[in-house]
């Protein structure tokens, strides 16, 4: 399965849209503010509600949320997870 990570990611709009899309595929979001993850679980929560109304049976993550979308708090350049595939859509400093 290939990892992507969204750094600098905020509230996840890339990254949930990448992850619903890419269902065999795990999504990270790398932010510094807990607030902005704490609304990208959520926002996870409403798109897997959304799916499962729609296609029916989809599992779901511990927190309720996309199986494949998981959020790491810190500063990007901590990130020493392994990926195949970065973005930084709106990240500056050390993602450029």
């Known amino acids: 399965t290939a ?4 750094f600098g990611g905020g509230t996840g709009s890339l990254a949930l849209a990448l992850a619903v899309l890419l269902p065999r595929c795990t999504v990270t979001v790398v932010d510094l503010k807990k607030n902005s993850l704490d609304y990208a679980r959520e926002r996870s929560r409403q798109c897997w509600r ?3 109304d729609r296609a029916g049976s989809i599992p779901e993550a511990a927190d ?6 998981q959020t790491w708090m810190g500063d990007i350049a901590e990130f020493s997870g392994t990926f195949d595939v970065g973005v ?3 990240a500056c400093g050390e993602a450029t």
């Open 3 to 6: 990892h992507i990570v969204d």
């Open 50 to 52: 959304e799916l499962s």
């Open 64 to 69: 309720g949320g996309l199986p494949n979308f």
């Open 88 to 90: 930084a859509l709106h």
